[in-house]
C-alpha cells in the first residue's frame, strides 16, 4: 500500500527521462528541452495521481470484501453455537419432561 504513493512520482520521471533522451538524439535546444521537461513532468504527475487513485481505491476495496467475508464467518460461527446451544436445551428440556412423566407414571 505504501508504494502507491510513489507512483505520480515515479511516472512523471519515466516520462522526462523519456523526453530528456529523446531531445537529446534529436539536438533539441536546451530552452524547449526545459519546456518539454516541464510539461510532461506535470502531465505525468496528474497521470500518476489518476492511476494511484484506482490502485488506492481497488485496494480498499479488497479489503473491504474480506473484512465483510471474515464478519460472515463469525457470525456463521456464532449462529452455529447458538443452534447448538439451543439443541442442548431443547434436549434437556425434553428429558426433564420424559423424567416427570416417568415419576408421575410410578407415582400413579
Excluded: N, W
Excluded at 21 to 47: E, K
Excluded at 63 to 86: N, P, S, T, V
Aim: hydrophobic share 40%; proline share 2%; with cysteine.
Amino acid at each position: 500500500m505504501r508504494i502507491l504513493h510513489y507512483i505520480p512520482g515515479f511516472l512523471s520521471l519515466i516520462g522526462a527521462l523519456i523526453v530528456i533522451i529523446a531531445s537529446l538524439c534529436q539536438q533539441v535546444p536546451f530552452s524547449d528541452l526545459c519546456i518539454y521537461t516541464s510539461i510532461v513532468l506535470i502531465v505525468f504527475y496528474i497521470i500518476g495521481l489518476f492511476v494511484r487513485k484506482v490502485f488506492s481505491d481497488a485496494y480498499e476495496e479488497i479489503k473491504e470484501k474480506e473484512r465483510r467475508k471474515e464478519i460472515e464467518i463469525e457470525l456463521q460461527k456464532a449462529i452455529e453455537m447458538q443452534k447448538g446451544k439451543d439443541k442442548q436445551k431443547e434436549t434437556e428440556v425434553l428429558k426433564e419432561k420424559s423424567e416427570s412423566k416417568t415419576l408421575s407414571d410410578r407415582d400413579k
